[in-house]
């Protein structure tokens, strides 16, 4: 052990916090890669559920039914031909889903998971999840226009006009958390919401909170925003052309980002890792030290609503979802940007310096 200790020391500072690195990013992603893989069977036993049935349960791991259902999904995948179409551009027809994918992954790096810890603590953190999560659209465009089909590229043009109209929104609406936060570090927009619950941002930023959470809804493509599929069309959308691992990828990132918008909901409007029971001193300690435990739970709630929402509401008119981006979401933030700057100009609010 001494010699490894001495092996490790002796390396070149520079390496040893490259590796450093290479393991932190690896104990982020690799949860993260089961969760997105989990998620898939949490949805379909939740929604099961709500709608009185059963759920996958033939596929057993561990001793419980269901749970080998996910990995059985990937084996299946893996098995699968890629058939890439004759006349596309095959690479672009492979890149696409790698872009899809890849934003939702590397957004990982500025959100603080526990007090103390972030991969990459940069001070313009709020900028790189801006630029990263609008990163995304080029992996559907891409994916529609080089598969040389018509179908799909009407597909990948409903899409881009959807994420477009809702990346604006959520725009606006983290301007609102940026002038609350006094920042653009997450870390430190999750220090300024200290204090308990009625001082986290979903409380003075009420309509932000809806708009931003709604539009992460829209921009992942889910129910009930999840047009882009095409369905009357006969065809899948963009993705028409893709099959095996190159289909699954893209709905990788849909469920990737399902878990990033909770992630970043929670960090942006509900204090991240901060404590529920934060300031009320006839709380035991325990429960007022903030965590990752508060993060996963906070993070948890927002999934379990995306899939509520899959199993409630009826899917809207394409019309009716731009009209809600383009004439009532952008308004709402506007409005409300400017009602929050007179709140901080005259020091209404626990955050407002």
Known sequence: MSGLIDFWMGLPEQLRYLVVTLLQIVAILLPLIICVALLTLVERKVIGYM???????????????????????VVKLLIKEVV???????????????????????????????PGFTLADVD???LYVLA????????????GWATNSK?????????????????????????GVLMAGGSLNLGDIIE????GPGSWLWLWL??????????????????????????????????????????ALFFLAEYANMILVAALTSVFFFGGWLSPFEGYPFMPAILQAPGFHWFALKLSFFLFCFLWFRATFPRYRYDQIMRLGWKVFIPITIVWIVVEGVMVYFKVGPWAV
């Open 84 to 114: 890439v179409p004759a006349r596309s551009n095959q690479f672009l027809f492979v890149v696409a889903p790698i872009l899809a994918l890849v934003p939702a992954f590397a957004t990982w790096a500025v959100i603080p998971l526990w």
């Open 206 to 247: 009420f309509p932000l909170f809806i708009v931003y959470f709604i539009s992460g809804v829209a921009e992942t493509n889910r129910a009930p925003f999840d047009v882009a599929e095409g369905e009357s069309e006969i065809v899948a959308g963009f993705h028409v052309e893709y099959s095996g691992m190159a289909f």
């Open 124 to 126: 313009a953190g709020l």
């Open 192 to 195: 300024s919401q200290r204090g």
């Open 132 to 143: 990263l999560t609008s990163a995304g659209v080029y992996g559907i465009i891409l994916a």
């Open 51 to 73: 709608q009185a049935r059963v759920g996958p349960n033939r596929v057993n791991l561990f001793g419980i039914k269901g749970l080998g259902q996910p990995f059985a999904d």
């Open 151 to 175: 179908y799909a590229f009407l597909g990948a043009m409903r899409s881009a006009a959807q994420i477009v109209a809702y990346e604006i929104a959520m725009g606006f609406a983290l301007v």
